[in-house]
């Protein structure tokens, strides 16, 4: 295991949980070098964490030959002219999301990274929870079978700084800022080798006096047929929900990771202090989170990039994902506005070509694998295809089939089954 000097740019929310995962992750990584546009937030910040040095020159941060790696946690709008020096100067660049405002700009940085030969690991946390690994292995193994349907969902009272409430600093609203964690965890489950194809989505300012959105919608329909959703919110009263459904032709995993986790408290007075990110309250019905740092993904994510880093491998999330992620995000925007169907427009696609839709590629045998013996052994004798079997409450099993020549339905129920 290597020893990293990183330079962290930004000294923000995001600047803060970074470096908090780096200097307490692995143990040999150090944040030696911070960057703020504001020379008092770069001093205080650098006091704070341990830092040796900090500057407001934002070509030193990326260029020092004291550090090796450049962790990216500024406005979105910066992104592009940080790899671009980053990848100059032969760094490992680590850049939070979104990649980009646009697919267009997350292409030229992917571009960038790939002719240099630098390091690009696409800073997406919600791929790392604790939570969402676990179950992505699960469906990776099989469990769920052919993923059909995932949903995420992110909603909070809005962001914390004021550059993300800026059309032109940010490129969006809600759906630039959290959509593209969404757009990444239903990718995770459903195969990122598969083709996100269109999208359909709403989107609106229902509350704030801002240019972007404030609350968003979408589906997103991948080639082998499976759906994609999303539900973004600036306007949720009540913390930041996070949570995540998927559905498959075998199981369903939901998770939730910041409401509801197990840790609940009340108090009459406010003497609990911090409670976790987007918080609104001190007092009432309260939902702590134990480490943030490892709860919302960090150590897992920093983990992951520099033992990528360490072995030459692509990391879990790329510049890559990045790219595709601002691809989706621009075809919600173009549907918001056209109120249709949008394809979802890809340059570059290194994933599997012409899937199968997944009827066509379970099988009938796949489908009944898991049915009863008698139901299966019923419409093996009539020459049928069983639709759906069902326990009733007097301990019979109903039997809905097809006839697949004439297309005629039909039901048995099998006693003693």
Not at 61 to 86: F, K, M, Q, Y
Not at 160 to 174: N, T
């Amino acid at each position: 295991m290597q020893e990293h000097n990183i330079s962290m740019l930004g000294t923000g929310l995001i600047g803060m949980f970074y470096t908090m995962a780096l200097n307490g992750g692995r143990g040999k990584d150090r944040v030696q070098l911070v960057y703020s546009r504001s020379a008092e937030r770069a001093k205080a910040f650098a006091e704070e964490w341990g830092i040796p040095a900090w500057t407001t020159d934002l070509t030193e941060a990326c260029t020092s030959n004291d550090i090796d790696t450049v962790v990216i946690g500024l406005p979105n709008h910066i992104h592009e002219e940080c790899v671009n020096l980053a990848a100059d100067a032969g760094k490992a660049i680590l850049c939070t999301k979104p990649l980009g405002r646009t697919a267009a700009e997350a292409k030229r940085m992917m571009d960038k990274v790939e002719a240099t030969g630098a390091f690009g690991g696409y800073l997406e946390d919600l791929c790392y929870t604790p939570k969402t690994l676990k179950a992505i292995a699960s469906v990776e193994n099989g469990a769920l079978g052919d993923v059909t349907w995932a949903c995420s969902r992110e909603t909070h009272p809005g962001p914390h700084s004021d550059w993300f409430w800026d059309l032109e600093q940010a490129g969006g609203g809600a759906i630039v800022d959290l959509g593209c964690h969404c757009i990444e965890i239903v990718r995770s489950f459903i195969g990122k080798d598969i083709r996100p194809v269109e999208v359909m989505c709403w989107a609106d300012t229902l509350v704030h006096p801002i240019d972007a959105e404030d609350n968003g919608i979408a589906l997103i329909r991948f080639e082998n047929g499976a759906i994609g959703q999303f539900e973004v919110s600036w306007t949720f009263r009540g913390g930041m929900d996070l949570r995540d459904e998927v559905a498959g032709t075998e199981g369903t995993i939901w998770l939730n990771h910041f409401l509801r986790t197990g840790y609940e408290m009340y108090t009459s007075g406010a003497g609990a202090g911090y409670v976790a990110e987007k918080a609104e309250s001190e007092s009432g019905w309260l939902f702590p989170v134990g480490d943030e740092v490892v709860e919302l993904g960090y150590s897992d994510m920093f983990d992951d990039m520099f033992n990528a880093i360490d072995q030459g491998t692509q990391p879990r999330e790329n510049f890559y994902d990045g790219y595709v992620v601002n691809a989706v995000i621009d075809a919600c925007y173009r549907s918001a506005s056209s109120r249709q169907w949008e394809p979802v427009e890809l340059e570059v696609w290194r994933g599997r070509e012409n899937v199968p839709l997944i009827r066509d590629s379970r099988g009938q045998e796949a489908a009944a694998a898991t049915e009863p013996d008698a139901a299966k052994a019923l419409a093996a004798a009539a020459g049928l295809t069983i639709l759906k079997t069902e326990r009733m409450s007097g301990g019979q099993v109903k039997v809905i089939m097809k006839n697949e020549e004439t297309g005629e339905l039909s039901q048995e129920i099998i006693e003693n089954a």
